[in-house]
């Protein structure tokens, strides 16, 4: 029942010349037929688009599993979905289609940082939960009390990426970013600790997210002998192509991305481009039973894999909302279940006794250093190999 609904109910209760009777007046209809309403908005167009659509596609999985298992102490967990886009502008109309005509208090999104950042005010304004389960910018961790994320920070993302540069032997390095603020993020912290282990950065080059075409930013690149290229893009496809040209233009020396330049999408475009690339990203563990059965139910049921953390990350994020949901009873109640996520510890698909500090970021989840395999190795399922945990410090 709407919000509409039952404001509409007590008004005609509180006339007495209207007999309304107990089912509609009394203690006979209190909401626990109606299902519990969450909202959703992830990117399912624009750059964010391979991947807002896998977090989409793996909410709904988690909630018709939730649902056939009987919902949420006997109530249904429904979703209404809007495109957030990867933008700002589209993610600040979403929220307001969500919030002041539907009515949801709970949000869970958005697949980009730039969205998450333009929304959060809002949100935090409002007193709505927003709960992304993609979104990195380290700048989230300060949007408020009711934003929460079960990604890890950037900040991580960086200092790795810094030290394994380092670490390598590389001492000169030249970048390549969308102008995105995800893309943003990644890069000015891996840059900061590059530069604070002694690296020099001699090139730099960003893209607006509409450019297909990269060859004159990394021809004067190159033109600077870099010992390793830094790609950092929003979108996989952008990811790929920047590969593939790099390696046209005669480019022979190592790349160095992250999460979004290992997408199957970007690994299918780039070919052999990628082989022997390597990035720092989060990754399921293969030892870990409930993250292979979700990877192995959303490729029977979809019949494709991208970004599997990502996917893992959004299932655990509607679990996590089914348990707060049904410890206060109350879609509506955003404080309740921004209280419960402050004191809730969690095993799933990403990690295991995972929680949530002061700031509603994730603690006990930690990202690795991976390689991309030739192409005659890679496998629907492995495409790059873990060479071992985030370097950090």
């Given amino acids: 029942m709407s919000n509409a ?38 990117s399912l167009t624009g750059a964010g688009e391979t991947y807002g659509t896998v977090a989409n596609q793996s909410k709904q999985i988690a909630a018709d599993e939730i649902n056939a298992a009987g919902g949420i102490d006997g109530r249904m967990l429904e979703f209404v979905v809007e495109d957030s886009k990867c933008n700002a502008a589209d993610a600040i109309a979403a929220y307001h289609k969500l919030t002041d005509v539907d009515g949801v208090k709970i949000i869970l999104g958005t697949s980009c940082s730039a969205a998450m950042l333009g929304v959060a005010p809002l949100a935090e304004a409002d007193g709505v939960i927003l709960f992304s389960g993609l979104a990195s910018n380290p700048d989230i961790a300060k949007a408020g009390d009711y934003i929460f994320r079960t990604q890890i920070s950037d900040i991580e993302v960086g200092i790795a990426t810094g030290n394994t540069l380092w670490a390598d032997g590389i001492r000169t390095l030249a970048t390549i970013t969308e102008a995105t603020d995800y893309a943003a993020g990644v890069r000015r912290t891996s840059v900061a600790q590059f530069e604070q282990r002694g690296g020099s950065v001699v090139g730099a080059e960003s893209y607006a997210s509409d450019i297909a075409d990269f060859r004159t930013q990394l021809t004067k690149l190159f033109e600077a002998d870099p010992d390793a290229l830094h790609i950092v893009p929003q979108s996989e496809f952008s990811a790929g192509t920047i590969m593939k040209q790099a390696r046209e233009l005669g480019y022979e020396g190592p790349i160095y991305a992250e999460t979004v330049s290992v997408g199957t999408t970007a690994l299918d475009i780039a070919g052999d481009a990628a082989t022997g690339m390597k990035a720092i990203t989060a990754d399921l563990d293969p030892a870990n039973e409930k993250a292979q059965e979700v990877l192995a139910n959303f490729r029977e049921r979809y019949n494709y894999v991208t970004l599997p953390w990502h996917l893992g990350s959004a299932y655990d994020d509607v679990y996590i909302t089914a348990e707060c949901l049904r410890q206060t009873g109350d879609d509506q109640d955003a404080d309740g279940f921004r209280d419960c996520m402050y004191g809730i510890t969690w095993s799933g698909a990403i990690g295991d006794d995972y929680s949530f500090d002061a700031d509603g970021e994730v603690v006990g989840l930690s990202r690795v250093v991976v390689e991309v395999l030739p192409t005659a190795e890679r496998t629907a399922d492995r495409k790059y190999k873990v060479l071992g945990p985030a370097p950090r410090g």
């Fill in 5 to 42: 609904v039952r404001k509409l109910l007590l008004i005609l209760c509180l006339l007495p010349v209207l007999a309304l009777g107990a089912a509609a007046c009394g203690d006979g209809d209190d909401g626990q037929d109606e299902p519990f309403r969450i909202g959703v908005m992830e």
